[in-house]
């Protein structure tokens, strides 16, 4: 049995929205998460994933060197943690200012065989 991982860091998306979608395809089949994916109304978070689930499909390819099936393959483990915050600053009203803090995020995949 094998499994593969791909790593993504210090992508500058929050994690709460990234872990929206990952809670969606964990332990779904690797066709049917990158479909999910692929037709998702939030774009640039999905595409994030998309790339990332690929990545980890070629990994596994690679790994096995060409002995794993593809479409065998399920998302056994994604996990989505925050990254350092970048913090900015607006100015505001009499001198003052107001923080914006722009998250970034790491996210862990793992991919096994059923």
């Known amino acids: 049995m094998i499994e593969a991982n791909a790593k993504l860091s210090f992508v500058r ?3 709460r929205k990234l872990g929206l979608l990952a809670a969606e395809v964990r ?3 690797i ?3 990158l ?3 692929k037709f998702s109304p939030r774009k640039r978070t999905a595409q994030t994933l998309y790339t990332l ?3 980890a499909a070629a990994n596994a390819d690679n790994k096995a ?3 794993v099936d593809i ?3 399920y998302v056994k483990k994604i996990t ?3 990254g350092p915050i970048l913090k900015r600053f607006r100015p505001r009203a009499k001198g003052s200012a107001y923080r914006i803090n722009k998250k970034q995020s790491h996210v862990f995949v793992t991919l096994a065989e059923r």
Request: proline fraction near 8%; avoid cysteine; hydrophobic fraction near 35%.
């Open 13 to 15: 998306i929050t994690p």
């Open 27 to 29: 332990g779904k089949n």
């Open 31 to 33: 066709n049917e998460a």
């Open 35 to 37: 479909s999910l994916l």
């Open 53 to 55: 689930l690929k990545s």
């Open 65 to 67: 060197k060409g002995a």
């Open 71 to 73: 479409d065998t393959l």
């Open 80 to 82: 989505v943690t925050p």
